[in-house]
């Protein structure tokens, strides 16, 4: 095990909330769906007990709305409360007055139920691009103090293939923290996380993060979703090959991995690892 300690994340939503099934849930069905997300949420929070590890958890206003329990017990089992924002819709679908009370009401409630404050939030899918920079001034006028919304890959759902790949100050007071990839032949490719974790061997995977953090001397930031280790959710009909394959692929293999992964390195939360002073990032836990 290296000695740099990186950033583990997981996006708190359930499967039906998932961007890509968008065309074939409407909004107003989902409180109609089998919910496995609190289910889910004990086994990650019993892994990362198993493991000691700490963890960040940006968790959707929907989902504390409806299981409070759940926000309740992620702070009181020492993990950090982020916000996934409140209704799981891309900042890119949203205009300003709009992704203001999506992101304000999230911040607003999650630090009601956690009695934390909540410093972090990641865009559902990475949807803050070069398009709708703004997003950032919301987020500082809201409080929110770093945010890891940006994915600096090429995608045909979200990514801002030239923005920068490590932490940085996106405007005073507020850091962009961007999901972790790989640079090889001028491109960057996704290394840490999401359907690409489930789609390559384990050990590929654990290669990417050991050579991140070896060529340069950085903590990761490694993310999933709580659908992701449930081989048991129900099945959603009618969708196209490329989503059901991108959504459903080696699902049945992913808590086992994500339980070697936690052994492999060394895992923070992310507040304790990018806001602290200069330095934290490098250390060991
Ligand atoms: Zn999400």
């Given at each position: 095990?290296?000695?740099?300690?990186n950033?583990?994340?997981?996006?708190?939503?359930d499967?039906f909330q998932?961007?890509a099934?968008?065309p074939?849930i409407?909004?107003?069905?989902?409180d109609a769906?089998?919910?496995?997300?609190?289910?889910n949420i004990a086994?990650?929070l019993?892994?990362?007990?198993a493991?000691q590890v700490?963890a960040?958890?940006f968790?959707?206003?929907?989902i504390?709305?409806?299981y409070p329990?759940?926000?309740?017990?992620?702070?009181?089992?020492?993990?950090?409360?982020?916000?996934?924002g409140?209704?799981h819709?891309?900042?890119?679908?949203?205009d300003?007055?709009a992704?203001?009370?999506?992101?304000?009401?999230?911040k607003?409630?999650?630090e009601?139920l956690?009695g934390v404050?909540?410093?972090?939030y990641?865009?559902?899918s990475?949807?803050?691009?070069k398009?709708n920079?703004?997003?950032?001034?919301?987020?500082?006028?809201?409080?929110?103090?770093?945010s890891?919304?940006?994915?600096p890959i090429?995608h045909?759902?979200?990514?801002m293939?030239?923005?920068?790949?490590f932490?940085?100050?996106?405007r005073?007071?507020?850091?962009e923290?961007?999901?972790t990839?790989?640079r090889?032949?001028?491109?960057?490719y996704?290394?840490?996380?999401?359907?690409?974790?489930r789609?390559?061997?384990y050990?590929?995977s654990?290669w990417m993060i050991?050579?991140f953090?070896?060529i340069?001397?950085?903590s990761a930031v490694?993310?999933?979703?709580?659908?992701e280790?449930d081989?048991e959710?129900?099945?959603?009909p009618g969708i196209d090959a490329?989503?059901r394959?991108?959504?459903?692929?080696?699902?049945?293999?992913t808590?086992?991995?994500?339980e070697?992964l936690?052994g492999d390195?060394?895992w923070?939360?992310?507040?304790?690892?990018?806001?602290?002073?200069?330095?934290?990032?490098?250390?060991?836990?």
């Amino acid at each position: 095990m290296n000695k740099i300690r990186n950033a583990m994340s997981i996006d708190v939503e359930d499967y039906f909330q998932v961007s890509a099934f968008a065309p074939y849930i409407a909004r107003g069905e989902w409180d109609a769906r089998e919910c496995r997300v609190e289910r889910n949420i004990a086994r990650i929070l019993d892994l990362l007990d198993a493991k000691q590890v700490k963890a960040t958890f940006f968790t959707l206003g929907w989902i504390a709305q409806r299981y409070p329990q759940i926000v309740r017990e992620i702070v009181a089992r020492g993990h950090e409360l982020a916000s996934h924002g409140f209704g799981h819709e891309r900042a890119s679908d949203l205009d300003r007055a709009a992704f203001l009370k999506d992101v304000g009401d999230a911040k607003a409630l999650l630090e009601d139920l956690g009695g934390v404050e909540v410093k972090g939030y990641r865009a559902p899918s990475f949807s803050i691009g070069k398009d709708n920079l703004w997003a950032f001034d919301v987020l500082q006028e809201c409080g929110y103090r770093y945010s890891s919304s940006v994915y600096p890959i090429e995608h045909d759902h979200y990514g801002m293939p030239d923005s920068p790949r490590f932490a940085y100050e996106v405007r005073p007071g507020l850091i962009e923290v961007p999901v972790t990839t790989l640079r090889w032949r001028g491109k960057n490719y996704p290394s840490s996380g999401g359907g690409w974790f489930r789609l390559l061997p384990y050990g590929v995977s654990r290669w990417m993060i050991e050579r991140f953090n070896r060529i340069e001397g950085r903590s990761a930031v490694f993310y999933f979703h709580p659908w992701e280790i449930d081989p048991e959710q129900p099945r959603i009909p009618g969708i196209d090959a490329k989503t059901r394959f991108r959504h459903y692929v080696n699902i049945g293999r992913t808590e086992s991995r994500i339980e070697q992964l936690l052994g492999d390195f060394a895992w923070g939360r992310m507040d304790e690892i990018f806001l602290a002073p200069t330095g934290a990032e490098r250390l060991a836990a």
